[in-house]
């Protein structure tokens, strides 16, 4: 998400957790989907989804429908999806990418609701995971290498 600027409310929800989850390494966080309403990380990460301008989905793409629609509706209907238990990924586009040897690289692309819903649950789950990791675990840790 480098290419949108993180609200102040986000990078402090995400400062809180991080804390949290080092003061307390007992505490246990029950729903991890109730960041979903919260109104600033939705619309954060829908905004990083849109600015990423990926390949279209098998849903077609829908970013002039979700604004037609009313972007704050969607989001908002998102949200409550999750209390429904109406959460079900979507079909996947499969599409081959050209590699430079000649050869074709299968890949697939998830529709605009598959890539909104993980990425606001990643928000809250990636740094409770993070600060639970002993220091010289990398695995696949942002800003760490094995060097």
Request: charged share 30%.
């Amino acid at each position: 998400m480098d290419n949108v600027q993180t609200p102040t409310s986000v990078q402090k929800l995400r400062t809180v957790l991080h804390a949290k989850t080092k003061e307390e390494p007992g505490y246990r966080f029950y729903l991890p989907y109730d960041k979903m309403h919260r109104p600033d990380v939705r619309d954060q990460v829908y905004r990083s989804c849109k600015a990423n301008q990926g390949f279209a989905a098998v849903d077609g793409g829908p970013l002039e429908d979700i604004e037609a629609y009313g972007e704050q509706r969607w989001l908002g209907e998102l949200a409550e999806r999750p209390k429904k238990k109406d959460c079900r990924a979507e079909a996947v586009k499969r599409v081959s990418m050209p590699k430079p040897n000649g050869r074709l690289r299968p890949l697939g692309i998830p529709t605009i609701t598959d890539r909104v819903v993980p990425t606001v649950i990643l928000l809250g789950l990636e740094l409770i995971f993070e600060a639970g990791l002993l220091p010289e675990r990398y695995a696949c840790r942002a800003g760490r290498g094995a060097r």
